[in-house]
């Protein structure tokens, strides 16, 4: 069993910056061999992909998506087993519930982007943006 836990959120105004971080923990294979990704969710909507980032080896290979580009940066440290996703200059459309995940299909080529490559998720933190 893989356990993620995120942590960071909470209510920031409109330019702010916010930190999410993500440890993870349990039986599997070494962290540093699953490619990590961050998802959002507001109710009533698809969970979105936001970033990933490859296994420790490939870390340099990262994806975001469209609408954090510029904005957001992901990292991971491996002697933490943990990933972060740095947030700034938030918007109030990035209000959303954000999830961690670990990909175990990553094979070093293409980053995933759909919440069915991943395989664990951590239970979600709050990002409020207010105007």
């Known amino acids: 069993q893989v356990q993620l836990v995120e942590s960071g959120g909470g209510l920031v105004q409109a330019g702010g910056s916010l930190s999410l971080s993500c440890v993870v923990s349990?039986?599997?294979?070494?962290?540093?061999?699953?490619?990590m990704g961050w998802f959002r969710q507001v109710p009533g909507k698809v969970r979105e992909f936001v970033s990933a980032i490859g296994w420790s080896e490939d870390s340099d290979r990262v994806l975001y998506s469209d609408s954090v580009k510029g904005r957001f940066t992901i990292s991971r440290d491996d002697a933490k087993d943990t990933v972060y996703l740095h947030m700034n200059f938030l918007k109030p459309e990035d209000t959303a519930i954000y999830y961690c995940?670990?990909?175990?299909?990553?094979?070093?080529?293409?980053?995933?982007?759909?919440?069915?490559?991943?395989?664990?998720w951590g239970q979600g933190t709050q990002v409020t943006v207010s105007s």
């Open positions: 995940a670990a990909d175990r299909r990553y094979t070093g080529t293409a980053i995933d982007t759909r919440p069915d490559d991943y395989a664990y």
């Open positions: 349990g039986r599997g294979r070494a962290f540093s061999r699953y490619a």
